[in-house]
């Protein structure tokens, strides 16, 4: 293969996975750790494609990306007044709203099931389970909703500039 054609070809793929990596994200998949994994595969193949401090950055923004989400929805959790455990049942139910989600209308489905996952296991723990009133466990979940919708996102958005940096980066290489 020409080095043309090579060039094409990688800096192809990393485009196709960086935005993949985007819809991957908003679906709550390491969509952006994909991307970073595929950019740093292509690099060691080409040796030229990307500056290896340019890869380091996407990292870091997609740890920063990690922390956005983890952080965002414990302080939703938290600012609704959620228990642990409520905060707890926001993580869970907001795994299984996401999947849920997905069967119907992806990304939206995944998102609105994520958040509404979320709320909804903070309300029913800190309704049922913990026997605050209604009032207590919906402001809960309301929080609990809130802060997973920031952390999606905020770090689809960080996403986004990572894939922003491979893409530019491997077209300009």
């Known amino acids: 293969?020409?080095?043309?054609?090579?060039?094409i070809l990688a800096s192809s793929t990393v485009t196709l996975f960086s935005l993949l990596g985007v819809a991957l994200t908003l679906l709550t998949l390491p969509g952006t750790w994909l991307?970073?994994?595929v950019a740093t595969g292509l690099q060691a193949w080409r040796g030229d494609l990307f500056?290896?401090?340019?890869l380091i950055a996407c990292a870091t923004i997609a740890l920063a990306g990690e922390a956005i989400e983890i952080a965002a929805s414990a302080?939703?959790?938290?600012?609704?007044?959620?228990s642990r455990k409520g905060a707890l049942a926001a993580v869970v139910g907001s795994l299984i709203g996401a999947?849920?989600?997905?069967?119907?209308?992806?990304?939206v489905g995944t998102i609105m099931g994520a958040v509404l996952?979320?709320?909804?296991?903070?309300?029913w723990v800190e309704h049922s389970l913990l026997q605050r009133p209604l009032s207590e466990a919906a402001m809960a979940g309301t929080g609990a909703a809130a802060g997973r919708l920031i952390a999606t996102l905020a770090k689809a958005g960080l996403s986004a500039v990572v894939a922003g940096?491979?893409?530019?980066?491997?077209?300009?290489?």
């Open 1 to 7: 293969m020409n080095d043309v054609a090579a060039d």
């Open 35 to 37: 991307a970073i994994l």
């Open 51 to 54: 500056s290896w401090w340019t």
């Open 75 to 82: 302080l939703g959790a938290a600012k609704g007044g959620a």
């Open 99 to 107: 999947v849920g989600g997905s069967l119907f209308l992806p990304p």
């Open 117 to 123: 996952g979320a709320g909804l296991g903070a309300l």
């Open 165 to 173: 940096i491979l893409i530019t980066g491997a077209w300009l290489a």
